[in-house]
Each structure stands twice: as structure tokens, then as C-alpha cells.
């Protein structure tokens, strides 16, 4: 099942909407939200997924996280170490 | 025969008591508005500004016969728009579009209040504000008609709002719910107060000064032909705040929250795109920012103060967007232009250190921004637009109907909520806030995403973009077709073409 959600890119202009299937893992829904920004933002890695601030597990899939439609979800850009 | 001060006070305010009607069945509170008060208080009603029917036709004569001498002297060069720096002329055609069908609403909104005014004096300035946006109305479209034939982007002036095109959409929200749907009090306080005081001179008088610079005699002429009409109109938002403020002192700051932050997101888009990326670097004598300064920031905040009213609680917010608002918005329209009727542009590195010096706070973050869409058009050949363009659907506001592009680029402000069972997202927390506030006002709001979802709108950017309206003539592109003499293309980036 297709799920929409509301995708937010560090360093990005616009909030996006990214399709996701219920099955899908989060890393692959990062890649995708990162890829639909990436005319306006470089891709750094590594970076995470967030919900609601709490980083989202990359293995875990949208449906194991309650992901529903229309969630919004951050993609951040890990800090180099100093 | 009266002499004109013998006449004027008789003919502008000229009531009577009802006999065979009451007063609240003349004057019901759903079309009058509230607060009601008594009709010796609505007496007192005052404009600053009076004038009689005689002396209006007359001085509108004079300034149609000014503007149409313009008009059919520069008409006679086929190379007006041609002589235009082609960033300029993108300007003009967002601002055809925007400002006729407005316009036109503005003169219904008018004439609502010269039939459920309570005071006669408001009801006769209201109908010669209605006839000033009727001209307003008129005077975009004849002018961006004598352009449809050099370039038919120009269509737009009258199409605009007649299509699904998301900006239209944004467009028909804050009209409607400004000016066709609005009581006479709302409408006075939002659009006579809120959107013609502290806004409107960011057009009438700064916009007309950048046009002077460019060279554009036509628009600059159109514009304070506008403006002296604005400026009379205006008093009316004065003259009841005057008298309803000391009645409903909440109410009345509610409203000015309220349609402040509407205007300014409109304004916001349509001004800061015009006078920070769309105005040639050496026709620029100020930035938005430093405009919105003089005539938002200082004036309107001493109209405010002159009225005891506060300024609106999210005003950090709003100097916040200052900053970046109109920047946030621009590079998403950029990368989406084929969306839009108007051509955009790349900022120039001159350009850009010109947005440095003048923003500097916020400018900074925008550079990764730019640096990045340059480089695709470093490997991209000049014309292909959808090279350098974003395919992803894009989300807008539940309230605004506006791109989720608030806040800055590391952290954008979007907010999603839970509604009646179905989730809402809103651009800021001011849009959700006035959203709460009155709920079944927006709950109908028929957004863009929510089309798609439902199979009404196509989900994939060709479609969509036939869905509102567009087709490759019209669709927006680069305004240089990418031919950037900055942007060095190698033999080495040859291969990605």
C-alpha cells in the first residue's frame, strides 16, 4: 500500500511528498526523499530519517513504524566530528 | 445653486429613518458585520478624504487620459517589451496576472459595503472604491492585452484565475476569503486597513520606482495611477476602525493578526520575487527587505500604535520571514518554474553578493542552494530546462495553499495536525493558528496534494502541469534558457548532456 508523506531536507527550500510503500525500509525512503530534493541540495552522507525529532531505525519498514499518511518525516545530515 | 462645501456634506451622508423595515432586518449582522452599535454612533462616520461624484469622474478622466497616452505612445514601438530586460518583463506578467481578477473581487467586496454599511458617508466612498477597482481591474488587462500578441505568456492576465494552477489556487483563497466573502467591517479592516495601508505602497510606490529605474514608463505610470485611487480608498479602513475599535478592541486586533499575515505571504512572493531576483542588479536601489522596512515595518507599525492597536503576536516571526521567506520561496519556484506562467532566473555571483550584503543573516544558507542548481546547469546544455528542474510532487499549506516554505533550510516550519480524523499540514504555526481559530472557514479547502491523492489531479509533472493549465509555450522556463555566461561548460561535463 502506498503511503504519503510529508518530506523535509535538511539544507532544502520546499517540503516534498514522498510516496512510500508500507513495506518499504526507511533507508529506502530516505534515498528517495533525497533524490527528489537533490536539483537544490548535495547529498552528504551519512544522514538519517526523523520523526517528531526520534531517529527512525534505516532497516526497520514504514509500516513497522506506524508511519501513517501524511506523516511528516526530517531527512538530517549526520555532523562531521570535530 | 450650493456651492461645492454646501453640497458635499448633504450628498455624502444622506440618511433617513426606516418606516416599513427595522433597522436589523436593513442591516442584518451576518451581511452588516459586527460589532452592530447604534445608528447615532454610524452617523459620526467620517472619511478623510471627500469627494464628490462630479469631482471623482473628473479627476479619473484625467488620469485615464494620462495612462492611455502613454499607452498608445509606447504601443507604437513593436519593440517595447523586446527593449525590456526579459527578467522584467517575467515580472510583469506575474504581476498581470495577479492584479485583475483581485481587483475585480476588491470591487465586489466594495460594493457590499455601499449596500450593508451602516453609515451613508461609508456607503458613497465604497462605491467609488468599487468604480477605482473596476479600473484596476480594467487597466492590467488592457495593458497585458496589448502584450498577448509578442508573447503569450501574457494570456495569463486573464486566465490566471480561471485555472487549477496551484499559485491560482493560493491567489482564490486569500481573495475570496478577503474580498467576496468577508462582512463590510472584516472586508474594510483586512483590505483597506490591513492589505492597502500596509501593503499596497510596496507596489504603488516602491515597485513604480523600480519600473522608473528599468525604464518601464507603461508600468510605472500604471502603477501610481493605481496608487492615487489606493490612497483615497484606504481612509475608509481608518474612518471604522475609528469608530469600532473602542467596541470590540480583541475583534479588531484579531483581524489585523489575521489578515496581516495573509497579505504578507501574498506580498511577500509577488513583490520580494519582483524587487530581489526580477529587477536587473543595476536597476536595483534597494532590497525588499529595506522596502518592506520603510513602508511595513516603521509605518504601518505607527499606524497600528495610532490606533492602539498592538502589533501582531508573531511579529518575530514575521521579521524572521523577512529574512528568508521570499528566498525559500523563490528557489522552489525556480526549481519548479515549468509550474508557473512566468519565466525565472538564476541569481548571477554578482547577484548573489548583492543578496549577501543586504541579507546578510540569511542569505548565506541560500548559496549551497544555488551552487548546486548552477552546476546541473554547468552539465546541461542551454534550453533544457528539465534538466535543471525538480520532478517530486511538491506539498502546500491547508490554510494559505501556498509551498511548504517556511521557516529556513535547516529547518523547515511545517506543522502537521490531526483534524476531524484527517491530517492537515499547515506552512507555519501562524497558518495553523488562524486555521484553530476558525476551522470551518478552511476546512474545505481543496489542496493540491489531496487532489492528487484522490486521483484528481495527475500525480506525474507533464500532466499536472495540463491539469493547470500550462502547455510548453506558456509553461514557465529559464528566463536566459540557461545561457548563463558565468556558468563555463567543458568539454569535461560534455558527456552528461
Request: contains cysteine; charged residues 25%.
Amino acid at each position: 500500500m502506498l503511503v504519503p508523506l510529508y518530506g523535509f531536507v535538511e539544507g532544502d527550500t520546499i517540503g516534498l511528498l514522498v510516496l512510500a510503500h508500507d513495506d518499504m525500509p526507511i533507508s529506502d525512503v530516505a534515498k528517495k526523499l533525497l533524490t527528489a530534493a537533490s536539483l537544490r541540495v548535495q547529498r552528504k552522507d551519512p544522514y538519517d530519517l526523523f520523526r517528531d525529532g526520534q531517529r527512525l531505525p534505516p532497516d526497520a519498514s514504514v509500516a513497522e513504524l506506524g508511519l501513517g499518511a501524511l506523516a511528516r518525516v526530517d531527512l538530517r545530515f549526520r555532523k562531521a566530528p570535530p | 445653486m450650493l456651492k461645492r462645501d454646501a453640497w458635499l456634506p448633504l450628498s455624502r451622508q444622506l440618511d433617513w429613518e426606516f418606516s416599513y423595515v427595522t433597522p436589523d432586518s436593513a442591516f442584518p449582522e451576518l451581511a452588516a458585520g459586527v460589532p452592530a452599535l447604534g445608528q447615532s454612533e454610524w452617523d459620526t462616520w467620517e472619511e478623510p478624504f471627500k469627494t464628490s461624484y462630479t469631482e471623482y469622474v473628473e479627476q479619473q478622466s484625467r488620469k485615464e487620459a494620462a495612462l492611455e497616452a502613454v499607452r498608445e505612445l509606447l504601443n507604437q514601438r513593436k519593440d517595447r517589451l523586446e527593449r525590456l530586460d526579459p527578467r522584467w518583463v517575467s515580472a510583469l506578467k506575474l504581476h498581470f496576472a495577479i492584479l485583475p481578477l483581485a481587483e475585480f473581487a476588491a470591487a465586489i467586496g466594495n460594493l457590499r459595503a455601499a449596500r450593508f454599511g451602516r453609515s451613508s458617508a461609508w456607503r458613497c466612498a465604497s462605491l467609488l472604491g468599487a468604480l477605482d477597482e473596476l479600473r484596476h481591474a480594467q487597466i492590467p488587462l488592457a495593458l497585458g492585452h496589448d502584450c498577448l500578441s509578442r508573447d503569450g505568456q501574457f494570456d495569463w492576465t486573464h486566465r490566471f484565475y480561471h485555472t487549477t494552477n496551484w499559485v491560482a489556487i493560493a491567489a482564490r483563497r486569500l481573495m475570496d476569503e478577503m474580498l467576496l466573502c468577508c462582512d463590510p467591517i472584516e472586508f474594510s479592516i483586512a483590505t483597506h486597513f490591513v492589505f492597502e495601508t500596509a501593503f499596497t505602497n510596496l507596489q504603488f510606490i516602491g515597485l513604480s520606482a523600480v519600473a522608473h529605474e528599468v525604464g518601464d514608463a507603461l508600468f510605472e505610470r500604471l502603477l501610481t495611477s493605481i496608487q492615487t485611487d489606493e490612497a483615497r480608498h484606504a481612509q475608509i479602513g481608518h474612518a471604522v476602525l475609528e469608530l469600532v475599535r473602542d467596541h470590540d478592541p480583541e475583534r479588531m486586533q484579531a483581524l489585523v493578526d489575521k489578515w496581516f499575515w495573509r497579505s504578507w505571504l501574498v506580498f511577500s512572493v509577488v513583490t520580494g520575487f519582483t524587487m530581489d531576483y526580477l529587477t536587473p542588479l543595476e536597476h536595483r536601489k534597494k532590497s525588499f527587505k529595506e522596502f518592506v522596512g520603510e513602508w511595513v515595518v516603521e509605518q504601518f507599525s505607527a499606524s497600528l500604535a495610532s490606533f492602539g492597536l498592538k502589533k501582531p503576536w508573531y511579529w518575530a516571526e514575521f521579521e524572521r520571514s523577512l529574512e528568508y521567506y521570499h528566498h525559500m520561496v523563490y528557489a522552489s519556484a525556480y526549481s519548479y518554474r515549468s509550474t508557473v506562467w512566468f519565466d525565472l532566473v538564476v541569481p548571477s555571483p554578482a547577484e548573489r553578493a548583492w543578496l549577501r550584503e543586504k541579507y546578510p543573516a540569511s542569505f548565506p544558507e541560500f548559496e549551497p542552494i544555488w551552487a548546486s542548481i548552477s552546476e546541473r546547469w554547468r552539465g546541461a546544455d542551454p534550453g533544457l530546462d528539465f534538466a535543471v528542474h525538480g520532478t517530486a510532487i511538491v506539498s502546500f499549506c491547508n490554510l494559505c495553499g501556498l509551498v511548504l516554505s517556511h521557516g529556513t533550510p535547516s529547518h523547515n516550519d511545517a506543522e502537521v495536525i490531526e483534524h476531524q480524523g484527517r491530517r492537515r499540514v499547515f506552512c507555519s504555526k501562524v497558518c495553523r493558528y488562524l486555521f484553530e481559530q476558525e476551522p470551518e472557514r478552511y476546512a474545505r479547502h481543496h489542496d493540491v496534494v489531496m487532489r492528487v491523492l484522490r486521483g484528481e489531479a495527475p500525480g506525474n509533472l507533464l500532466a499536472f502541469l495540463c491539469y493547470s493549465g500550462l502547455s510548453f509555450d506558456d509553461w514557465g522556463k529559464d528566463a536566459l534558457r540557461g545561457e548563463y555566461d558565468w556558468i563555463q561548460r567543458t568539454e569535461a561535463n560534455a558527456g552528461v548532456r
